[in-house]
């Protein structure tokens, strides 16, 4: 009756509940071991995250509507872009879907991260079609998103001229990144040369007020 289960069924109910507190121990173990949180952390963001996804799993469109809903000024359509592509680096086997461990494997790499950890994380999130290398284009597009949002916050998000010369000076930035970073000269950047190249530049990692791995 209510929400006891009834006593018929409670040994049912009881063995349903061993392997689910079993499994969660056994995650939060393993993610106590394989992210920079300790594992008070890890039960406290697992609480968190159950808390607005109780079924377990982050959807892209419940992401891309909390993130747009977060950012109240500027164009809908750019949040939406970044938006979406912040939700594919978190969401890394492609399932449509952030599990926790996706979830919080990011946010340690983000948040807690090595300089190495925060630079792949970021590479991932520049390299749009997922090939494995960066453009010009990708890097470019990514930083525009970027910086335009933050730009919102401060400005009216209708000042062309502030955006026009925020993006002069992408552009520029862009082409020094790969002047310094595109070993081969091939015109892209393999995972490798973006983190080892910036790891050598650090003066590189910040444009203006956009930071390369947030």
């Known amino acids: 009756m209510g929400c006891v289960p009834a006593k018929n069924l409670w040994p049912d109910w009881c063995c349903m509940q061993r392997p689910m507190r079993r499994q969660s121990r056994r995650m939060v173990s393993q993610l106590t071991r394989v992210t920079n949180f300790s594992e008070l952390e890890v039960k406290q963001w697992y609480r968190l995250f159950l808390k607005d996804c109780p079924e377990g799993i982050l959807g892209e469109e419940r992401f891309v509507t909390f993130f747009c809903n977060f ?34 494997c990011g946010m340690s790499a983000l948040l807690r ?60 930035m862009t082409e020094q990144i790969f002047q310094a970073l595109d070993e081969d000269r091939d015109g892209q950047l393999q995972m490798r040369e973006f983190v080892e190249g910036f790891k050598r530049n650090p003066s590189l990692l910040r444009l203006n007020s956009v930071e390369m791995t947030t």
């Open 113 to 172: 991260g090595t300089t190495a950890q925060r630079l792949r994380w970021a590479f991932n999130m520049y390299d749009l079609d997922r090939n494995g290398s960066l453009s010009r284009d990708e890097l470019l597009n990514v930083l525009k998103l970027m910086y335009e949002l933050q730009l919102t916050r401060r400005f009216d998000p209708d000042d062309a001229e502030e955006i026009r010369r925020a993006e002069s000076h992408l552009e520029m």
């Open 71 to 104: 950012y109240k000024r500027g164009d809908f359509e750019k949040k939406k872009a970044l938006a979406t592509q912040i939700f594919r680096t978190f969401d890394r086997d492609g399932s449509g879907s952030v599990d926790f461990r996706e979830f919080l």
